[in-house]
């Protein structure tokens, strides 16, 4: 499968941003996917991820309440909204596919990843 992450950009303390990752390949529809982040001299960190329906989801502690993961199978696509960004938000964003329909914390296959850079 082939991810294809974009909408990274320079936003402000307090904006918003959407993140969409777009699948080719295997099966989109039958995949669990993931959003995780690199920041700078950081190891990357868990996110958000969905399950292949969009009815079941996870985030992590420090996006709670801020961001949003959806997918829309017909356009395979999985989109972060991402709300209140904070300057410890900046990093690298990826996104990610399973093998797995339902298993939110395994991930196979990665995409390249787009920047999203907080000013405060």
């Known amino acids: 499968v082939q991810l294809q992450a974009s909408g990274g950009g320079l936003v402000q303390a307090g904006g918003s941003l959407r993140l969409t990752c777009t699948a080719s390949?295997?099966?989109?529809?039958?995949?669990?996917m993931g959003w995780f982040r690199q920041a700078p001299g950081k190891e990357r960190e868990f996110v958000a991820a969905i399950n292949w329906r969009g009815d079941v989801t996870t985030y992590s502690q420090s996006v709670k309440g801020r961001f949003t993961i959806s997918r829309d199978n017909a356009k395979n696509t999985v989109y972060l909204q991402m709300s209140s960004l904070k300057s410890e938000d900046t990093g690298v964003y990826y996104c990610?596919?399973?093998?797995?329909?339902?298993?939110?914390?395994?991930?196979?296959?990665w995409g390249q990843g787009t920047l999203v850079t907080v000013s405060s």
């Open positions: 390949g295997r099966a989109f529809t039958s995949s669990a």
């Open positions: 990610a596919a399973s093998k797995s329909s339902y298993d939110l914390s395994q991930f196979d296959y």
